[in-house]
Every structure is written in structure tokens, then in C-alpha cells.
């Protein structure tokens, strides 16, 4: 965020919820599947959630923890120290039981009214366990409305990190308001992008883990975005349990999981350095954008 604009920056978000969660007909809140077993399990999410922290320490990168108020809560009954895992970290809010606001699986589309009270609820737990403030709010399943967006706005969440964009020539990864929704929160979308053969490819790692996708593949993308969307943010976006679970919550053999364990600490160990990359938090990154937008503005 210097004045010449060199740096692509890049934040590594974690989506911590349920393992292999899943919306379900006439419910708003998910499962793990197989969804016929009624179940929700957070033991891959553990192990993967332990794994990552990790690896984010090992490679000294500050990210931003997306957390289901539910997972949270079931992660620290399991004995895990969440706040002290979590310090170098932003905290930020997935929802309270990864509903399906929008009823898109579920069927039943929630109103503003239970939207707002799940949501609230979801920061009570959150701001409980953590003891800090939370800016960012990242929807189940990436699926927002006006409801939606009017409610994280109320309930004082500076961002939203829900929406996915093509980026290129119209978009360069900046935060934008989210007028569409008649709102002025801001957006920190999520990229969208084409690999090598024009195919589209999103950011979020799970393509990597279902063994659909190379590590080098988003390497190559960010390192396209680092001249297309100088300034601009790159935000990763991981499940912690997809590296021990796959979608539809079969374990992973060992052979994989440890492939898995690569591919993301190959990506990790290259981003961290790459010329002309700067990582940092979505908070902070939205921090910086806001006081050099307003500096302009008063210029
Ligand atoms: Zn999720």
C-alpha cells in the first residue's frame, strides 16, 4: 500500500467449521455429511485448524480466522486454547450454525428478523470466547442478500469477505461498497480467476485437497494478479478440515493427507517469498485502504 503501488497483497482466510458441512433440506443450520447420520463432527477441523496454525507460525504469516460460533465453541469444550491459537490472527465471524440464509439447499429462506438474531448470537459466542471485536463476516456457503448485508452492517461489522469476483481488467481487488445491496459496507471479495487452459478457478483451496488441482496452479495466479491487480487483495480461503476429510467426509488415507499437508505449506513457503507480494491480515489490509481512501478524498 506504498504510493508507487508495487505489491500484490495476499491474506490467507480460514472458513473453521463444521467437517464437511453441508446445508439440509428444511433446516436452516448444516450438517456434517453424510447428513443422514444427524451429526455434527469438528475432529478433522481440529487437526487441520492445529496443522495450519502451525504452519502460519513456521512461515511468521498473520491470517484471518473465519470461525462458526458452534465450531468455536466445540473446539474450546475439546480443550483447545483458541484465544492463544488465535492471537497473531484476526477473528472474525462464519455465522452461528452455518445457516443457509438464502434457503438455496435448506428450502426455507430465513427472515431478517432470525438472520439477525443467529448473527448476534454468533457474535455474543465469538466475542466471549475472544475477548475482541470482530470487523469481518464471512457467510455460509459465500451466500449473501440485502437481509443479510443490512444485518452485518447493523450489528457493526466493518467488512464483509462473502462475494466472488472475476478479477482483471474491471476489478483489481480492491474493497468496494456493496451498493448492489444498497448498503455502503465494504466488500472484500473473494477472487475468481482463469488457470492456464481458460478454465475458471476460485481461490479457495478445496480443488487442492479433493486432488482436482495442483499447488502450482495458484501460484501461477497470484503470480498473474501481481500485475494485474497491483494494490490490490488476493484473499486465500481454506477449510481446516479438508485437509484430513474429503466433501463428503471420508477420511483421507495417510498417502493424502500428507500430499495435502504439502501442497499447502509448498503454497505458503512460496507466496511468503515471492517478490512484490506483501501478506497481511484482511483487517489490517482494509485499515490501510480506508485511511489512504479518505486521505484522497480530503486531498
Ligand atoms: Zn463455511
Given at each position: 500500500?506504498?504510493?508507487?503501488?508495487?505489491?500484490?497483497?495476499?491474506?490467507?482466510?480460514?472458513?473453521?467449521?463444521?467437517?464437511?458441512?453441508?446445508?439440509?433440506?428444511?433446516?436452516?443450520?448444516?450438517?456434517?455429511?453424510?447428513?443422514?447420520?444427524?451429526?455434527?463432527?469438528?475432529?478433522?477441523?481440529?487437526?487441520?485448524?492445529?496443522?495450519?496454525?502451525?504452519?502460519?507460525?513456521?512461515?511468521?504469516?498473520?491470517?484471518?480466522?473465519?470461525?462458526?460460533?458452534?465450531?468455536?465453541?466445540?473446539?474450546?469444550?475439546?480443550?483447545?486454547?483458541?484465544?492463544?491459537?488465535?492471537?497473531?490472527?484476526?477473528?472474525?465471524?462464519?455465522?452461528?450454525?452455518?445457516?443457509?440464509?438464502?434457503?438455496?439447499?435448506?428450502?426455507?429462506p430465513m427472515e431478517e428478523e432470525s438472520i439477525e438474531e443467529t448473527i448476534t448470537k454468533a457474535k455474543d459466542i465469538?466475542?466471549?470466547?475472544?475477548?475482541?471485536?470482530?470487523?469481518?463476516?464471512?457467510?455460509?456457503?459465500?451466500?449473501?442478500?440485502?437481509?443479510?448485508?443490512?444485518?452485518?452492517?447493523?450489528?457493526?461489522?466493518?467488512?464483509?469477505?462473502?462475494?466472488?469476483?472475476?478479477?482483471?481488467?474491471?476489478?483489481?481487488?480492491?474493497?468496494?461498497?456493496?451498493?448492489?445491496?444498497?448498503?455502503?459496507?465494504?466488500?472484500?471479495?473473494?477472487?475468481?480467476?482463469?488457470?492456464?487452459?481458460?478454465?475458471?478457478?476460485?481461490?479457495?483451496?478445496?480443488?487442492?485437497?479433493?486432488?482436482?488441482?495442483?499447488?502450482?496452479?495458484?501460484?501461477?495466479?497470484?503470480?498473474?494478479?501481481?500485475?494485474?491487480?497491483?494494490?490490490?487483495?488476493?484473499?486465500?480461503?481454506?477449510?481446516?478440515?479438508?485437509?484430513?476429510?474429503?466433501?463428503?467426509?471420508?477420511?483421507?488415507?495417510?498417502?493424502?493427507?500428507?500430499?495435502?499437508?504439502?501442497?499447502?505449506?509448498?503454497?505458503?513457503?512460496?507466496?511468503?517469498?515471492?517478490?512484490?507480494?506483501?501478506?497481511l491480515r484482511q483487517d489490517t489490509y482494509m485499515e490501510n485502504w480506508v485511511r489512504l481512501?479518505?486521505?484522497?478524498?480530503?486531498?
Amino acid at each position: 500500500m506504498t504510493k508507487n503501488h508495487e505489491f500484490l497483497y495476499v491474506a490467507i482466510s480460514l472458513d473453521i467449521d463444521p467437517d464437511a458441512n453441508s446445508a439440509v433440506e428444511g433446516r436452516h443450520d448444516a450438517l456434517s455429511s453424510p447428513v443422514e447420520h444427524g451429526k455434527i463432527r469438528v475432529e478433522a477441523c481440529k487437526r487441520g485448524l492445529q496443522r495450519i496454525l502451525e504452519l502460519l507460525d513456521i512461515y511468521d504469516i498473520d491470517a484471518t480466522l473465519f470461525y462458526e460460533a458452534r465450531t468455536a465453541q466445540m473446539l474450546v469444550a475439546d480443550g483447545m486454547d483458541l484465544p492463544a491459537l488465535s492471537e497473531r490472527h484476526e477473528v472474525s465471524c462464519h455465522s452461528l450454525k452455518h445457516e443457509d440464509y438464502l434457503g438455496k439447499v435448506s428450502g426455507v429462506p430465513m427472515e431478517e428478523e432470525s438472520i439477525e438474531e443467529t448473527i448476534t448470537k454468533a457474535k455474543d459466542i465469538l466475542e466471549n470466547i475472544f475477548k475482541r471485536d470482530m470487523k469481518g463476516f464471512r457467510a455460509p456457503y459465500t451466500r449473501v442478500n440485502q437481509a443479510v448485508v443490512r444485518v452485518i452492517e447493523r450489528l457493526g461489522f466493518r467488512y464483509d469477505s462473502s462475494e466472488t469476483v472475476t478479477m482483471g481488467a474491471e476489478w483489481k481487488g480492491s474493497p468496494f461498497s456493496l451498493e448492489k445491496f444498497d448498503s455502503d459496507l465494504l466488500e472484500l471479495a473473494l477472487p475468481s480467476f482463469q488457470d492456464s487452459k481458460g478454465q475458471k478457478m476460485s481461490s479457495y483451496l478445496w480443488a487442492i485437497f479433493e486432488g482436482r488441482r495442483g499447488s502450482g496452479e495458484y501460484i501461477d495466479a497470484v503470480l498473474w494478479a501481481r500485475d494485474v491487480a497491483q494494490s490490490g487483495l488476493f484473499v486465500f480461503s481454506i477449510h481446516p478440515w479438508h485437509l484430513y476429510v474429503n466433501c463428503k467426509g471420508n477420511p483421507f488415507n495417510r498417502e493424502q493427507v500428507q500430499k495435502n499437508r504439502d501442497n499447502l505449506e509448498h503454497i505458503l513457503s512460496q507466496l511468503k517469498q515471492m517478490r512484490g507480494i506483501q501478506m497481511l491480515r484482511q483487517d489490517t489490509y482494509m485499515e490501510n485502504w480506508v485511511r489512504l481512501h479518505k486521505a484522497g478524498t480530503n486531498k
